[in-house]
């Protein structure tokens, strides 16, 4: 989870009237958690969730602890957006590259301190890494507006386009950038091998940026800057525009005036940007109070609202119309208002209610299996793990698991604001290998399982199924270790023996691999991992493992209708 770093002298400026103690018992009825309290350089170190990109930045989390504390109510106020009478014209060429920009300017007379670009700065790749998805659907450049002549064009450009980037001293191509420095090869496949570059230039012909990769030197921003242009290109207009949206608040909050910019686009048509319209929600106050289990007034519910920087009014049928701020980018539906009415109310208020008759409980099938086998495979030196429902296409490309043009079976989550979390994972593998990857550095011999769901397509519908993948990593480890650690879970766990006929698949080094079947059905499989998965996840030891599926197995033995253990 990213982590940004808050001041205690912020902290105290803000909130003279409650001790440092009072604040963090209150920042995490945010939904944040404090990672750790820092006294020695004066900084609270604050981890946030990435659906909420307008916590990234201390003057974000201030906003929020401002309403819950009751300091600020409503919808946070912003001044008068006037016209700079500024202009962004675009180049229709771009339809298939990365037509869409926003901007805004903001002016103030004091320079920006290092704090404060510091935090800009952090704030920016943060954006770019969740919500941007890495540059890809949308990025953010900071600029000096003194520096710049307007209108300003957004162009394609031939890549031997020359100009000054950022940090350099010497005047580079578009092509020079793209192949020979750090952030063109880490960035450059987002343009691909077209022959020419998105550029964003000046009246004067002066190139203000090649997004999303570089921008130019002259508009460098320092604590010599007061007045800022900020541009946002993306592939993705809804995401440019919630990007610019957080960055607008973020800047009002430094005390900066905005003024808006004409975007002439031939796909848009004139656009005014930033456009800070509240986002709007309806939301059932029966069903609010239903689900909390509470009897809140529609009074009630405005004011929780409102301490968590929204606003609404109710109408007569019994639905409150809520009023988010634009840069709300987590609010979709009436549960998202739900969390904002139990979190504005107090989640400590919510008390709970003592069952009227008690049953004793006792565990399923399913767990006395994951019991059995975890005992199992502690007893045999493995070490437990638990990896998140949803990972990353990266991943999955990088194990091998998935042909990666197939995309037909892979089940994605919908408008995901966070590149790390897009897809329900169809195996354990691409989880295991990815944190044995992260372990680099620690002692080997690693043993590690972990059990839990994966999820694949049936017909129309999603099938959810409970795995287990166990893996050893050292440096010789091979199949006939990891087949008899598979032996092992099967005999003392349920005296079976399992076979294991020759296998071929890619994930798998060819020849060491082999189906894992019981009673003569398909379970899993088993293998030493393939060079080239390792090479993916940058790992320098041997692999091995197997994937058993253990919903499959109780079905075949039908745990479910006898008694096991």
Sequence with gaps: MPVVNVRISSLTRHFPRSSIEKLTEDIPFLGLDIEAIDERNGIIKIEFNPNRPDYASENGIIRGLKGIL?????????????????????????????????????????HLDDVELTQLIAMQEDLHNGLGRRRKKSSIGIHNYDALTFPLHYVLA???????????????????????????????HLIGDRESAPVLKDDSDFVVSVPPIINGAKTRVDTDTRNLFVEVTGTN???????????????????????????HSPFEGVVVSPNLEPITIEAEIDQINKLLGLCLTPRKVIESLRKCRCDGIVNNTGFVKCFAPSYRIDM???????????????????????PSEYFGGKKNIQSLVFDKISEVLVGLGFLEIVNPSIISKRILDDALVHAKDSNAELIWLGDSKNSEFEILRPSLIPSMINTLSINIHEKYPQKLFEIGKIFRTEANSVRENWSLCVSIAHDNTDYSEIKSKLESVFRYCFDLPVSTPRDRTQFYLDGHSAQILLTSKRIGHI???????????????????????????????GLNERRFF
């Design 158 to 188: 031939p890549r031997t386009r020359k100009f000054f980037p950022l940090d350099s001293q010497v005047e580079l191509t578009v092509e020079q950038i793209l192949c020979d420095t750090n952030i063109g090869r880490s960035y450059g």
């Design 332 to 354: 979709f539906e009436a549960n998202d208002v739900l969390e904002e009415v139990a979190i504005g109310y107090g989640i400590n208020n919510l008390q709970p209610d003592t």
């Design 527 to 557: 293998g030493e991992v393939h060079p080239q998965v390792l090479e993916n996840f940058n790992m320098k030891t041997l692999v091995s493992l197997f994937e058993i599926d253990i919903s499959r197995v109780i079905q075949i033995l």
């Design 237 to 263: 207009s809804k995401s440019a525009r919630e990007m610019l949206s957080i960055f607008s608040y973020e800047l009002a909050d430094m005390g900066f005036d905005l003024f808006s910019l004409d975007i």
């Design 70 to 110: 009751g300091e600020e109510l409503g919808l946070p106020r912003i001044r008068e957006i006037r016209s700079s009478g500024d202009s962004i014209f675009v180049d229709k060429n771009l339809a298939d590259s990365r037509p869409m920009i926003y901007g805004l300017v903001a002016k103030r007379n004091v």
